[in-house]
């Protein structure tokens, strides 16, 4: 499986960004789903994760209220929708499968990364 991440760039505070993640490679029919991000000088934290068939949905404290995930089955996407922005939303931002469904925020759980996306709250 490979993920492509992308819709990341620079945003003024309280504006809004769409995070998609394409899925190649397989068609991705169960498994979990998660977006992470990382800051310099911090470790890599869970966003959003969604599971494949249940749907079930989990996000961070930080994001919550302010970020919505969500798939399209048949196009093979994964999108996170952010609103509200803040400075320190600042981060690359990362896509992640893994074969279980069951949502973790370990990042060690995830065996398949995208590239990464860079998102920059600034005024």
């Known amino acids: 499986v490979q993920l492509q991440a992308s819709g990341g760039g620079l945003v003024q505070p309280g504006g809004s960004l769409r995070l998609s993640c394409a899925i190649s490679?397989?068609?991705?029919?169960?498994?979990?789903m998660g977006w992470f991000r990382q800051a310099p000088g911090k470790e890599r934290e869970f966003v959003a994760g969604i599971n494949w068939t249940g749907g079930q949905i989990r996000y961070a404290d930080p994001v919550k209220g302010r970020c919505t995930i969500s798939k399209d089955n048949a196009k093979n996407m994964v999108y996170l929708q952010m609103n509200n922005l803040k400075p320190e939303d600042t981060a690359v931002y990362y896509c992640?499968?893994?074969?279980?469904?069951?949502?973790?925020?370990?990042?060690?759980?995830?065996?398949?990364w995208g590239q990464g996306t860079q998102v920059t709250v600034s005024s």
């Open positions: 490679g397989r068609t991705f029919s169960s498994g979990t």
């Open positions: 992640a499968s893994k074969n279980f469904e069951l949502i973790v925020s370990s990042p060690d759980a995830y065996g398949n």
